[in-house]
């Protein structure tokens, strides 16, 4: 072979406008079979685009042999849906016999692909077979349909995204409109949209989602993994086939009914019942978009919110709740999970707590507490920063990110004050805040007693206070395991005040006996000052600095280390 035809295994992209070529790339792998002395030809309803004088010529268009059993054909095509087959010899008797997985349907039994806009690339499919091989990796066939019948379809198309993009030869995994579907079969007078991709069978399992436009489906519970779609290589072909949001593999007329839900605010530390504050909801019935148009009401000033949703389909609704306060619509999620409902009558909810996954008696808010938030790092690759981020931040999670400092080798803290929330969710992130890779993922599965899903596939740390006391978290990164020793580690600075200050700050070590190291820097990093072997406490004197926030990092014997920002007036 002149190349490794593995690296970009898309198949897929489509639509039937007559617009700027594209370069498509057909092999096919002759491995087992006894190839005919006239050679390996393909034929099909692209054929007039190239100079043929008619489609489906059996003996027009012959295949390169690349050697090794593989065969090639590639040129430039326009957008369009095309169909065809491969023949082994140069007449229609030699054809291969599609199996049903990879024909277009409605018992039409020829292969086909989809040019729109970009280049397609087709690996080496075995010859009348589903699955393929560049000789080196074996491939299996992912067949991805989705029945959007009831739905309207997004002008950016449908789509498959999830784990297994990079995979099949994509630049990233769960991109949306990266992998597209077409409505390929408009005999079967069904919106369903179809695409084919191939995959190296030794991969796997992975997880995925169809996609309406930028939209991803909402997948129920009862057929969901990880709040995704479970993908498993099982063979030479994998058949995937759902309606969009649903676990039937077809889209049925469904019921649709009322459904109120009600929500108490009064045991919530960033409500006010009674004044500008308010709630709406958002969830499988809106898109989770809620709004203006999904705001609950509290009309007798109970601090019970409501609202009746009508034309709810049946089956099971997912929704959250979220404060608003000046109408601001960006933030105030409550925690935990997806709120989840079976409907399947007209339906009025009992009141549920804020931040509750089920119906229950409401608990009282203990005083606000200070929390200590510690994280063992010695068994990853630390970045530069490590961050804290929670629903207890104003604003809540990335918006309100809290760096933590060092404490010891690989293990780092920050302490919160004046925790309000009875019940908060938080988790530690280990570099940018903004990619999700960095946040905690809690890979394996038997080790989740401490978390709860965060609605959008994966987990956030959960803790419950019964008191106004402080309390120290302390975990080993991605595990629920509690670090071993927590009591030993000892943040070599007691106390800094006054901070801010105007022209001194005292720093209080937490020993009067040991020696401590003290470096004063700038907020880009630049060393100002450095002493060494001091006891006690120690006065930064700001002398000429300028107003503004300064790094005071000490370091005991033991190579315990802590940093607090000062502030200068």
């Known amino acids: 072979m002149k190349k490794q035809l593995l690296t970009a295994a898309l198949m897929i992209s489509g639509s039937l406008g007559l617009i700027a070529q594209s370069s498509v790339s057909i092999y096919v792998n002759m491995t087992g079979q006894s190839v005919d002395p006239n050679g390996v030809h393909i034929a099909g309803s692209f054929q007039s685009e190239i100079g043929v004088a008619e489609d489906w010529q059996p003996d027009q268009t012959q295949m390169t042999d690349e050697g090794g059993g593989i065969y090639s054909f590639t040129n430039t095509l326009p957008d369009g849906t095309y169909e065809f087959k491969f023949i082994n010899g140069n007449d229609w008797p030699m054809a291969e016999n599609v199996p049903v997985e990879s024909q277009v349907g409605s018992g039409n039994s020829n292969r086909f692909f989809v040019v729109d806009g970009a280049d397609v690339f087709i690996p080496p499919i075995y010859f009348s077979q589903n699955g393929g091989s560049d000789g080196i990796v074996e491939l299996s066939m992912i067949r991805f349909s ?78 969901a993994s990880n709040n995704n779609r479970a993908l498993a290589i099982s063979g030479p072909a994998v058949l995937e086939k759902y309606c969009f949001g649903t676990c039937n593999d077809a889209c049925v007329e469904l019921n649709t009914y009322s459904l109120t839900l009600n929500v108490d605010m009064n045991y919530n530390c960033n409500f006010q019942v009674g004044v500008d504050d308010s709630v709406d909801v958002a969830g499988t019935f809106n898109g989770f978009a809620g709004g203006p148009d999904f705001l609950m009401s509290d009309d007798d000033n109970d601090g019970i919110y409501t609202i009746t949703l009508e034309n709810i389909t049946e089956g099971e609704v997912k929704y959250k709740a979220r404060i608003i306060r000046n109408a601001n619509f960006g933030s105030g999620w409550e925690g935990g999970g997806d709120k989840i409902i079976q409907l399947g009558s007209d339906t009025v909810m009992g009141a549920r707590c804020f931040g509750a996954d089920v119906l229950g008696e409401c608990s009282e808010i203990p005083a606000p507490s200070t929390i200590t938030f510690r994280v063992d790092l010695t068994a990853e690759t630390p970045a530069a920063n490590i961050y804290l981020i929670g629903d207890f931040t104003n604003p809540p999670f990335q918006g309100g990110a809290i760096e933590l400092t060092p404490v010891a080798p690989g293990v780092y803290e920050t302490t919160v004050a004046d925790i309000c929330p009875g019940t908060i969710n938080y988790k530690f992130v280990n570099g940018d805040v903004n990619t999700p ?133």
């Open 146 to 223: 989705v029945d959007m019948t009831g739905s309207t379809v997004a002008s950016e198309g449908i789509s498959s995204a999830g784990s297994w993009q990079t995979a099949a030869g994509g630049i990233s995994d769960w991109v949306a409109g990266q992998n597209k579907l077409y409505d390929v079969d408009p005999n079967d007078n069904l919106d369903v949209y179809t695409g084919i991709f191939y995959i190296p069978s030794v991969l796997g399992p992975f997880e995925y989602k169809f996609v309406n436009g930028t939209a991803f489906e909402d997948v129920p519970s009862a057929c």
């Open 437 to 569: 890779a960095n946040e905690e993922q809690f890979p394996d599965e038997m080790d989740r007693d401490c978390v709860v899903p965060n609605g959008i596939g994966g987990f956030n740390r959960t803790y419950t206070r019964t008191s106004g006391e402080a309390v120290t978290l302390a975990y080993i990164y991605n595990t629920c395991t509690e670090i071993v020793g927590i009591n030993e580690i000892v943040s070599p600075i007691s106390a800094m005040y006054p901070n801010p200050a105007d022209l001194s700050t005292k720093i209080q070590f937490a020993s009067q006996n040991e020696s401590y190291s003290v470096v004063i820097s700038d907020i880009m990093g630049k060393r100002i000052e450095q002493v060494n072997n001091v006891r006690g406490s120690y006065i930064v004197q700001r002398g000429n600095l300028s107003a503004g926030i300064y790094v005071v990092q000490v370091t005991d014997a033991k190579g315990n280390s802590a940093a607090q920002k000062l502030i200068f007036n």
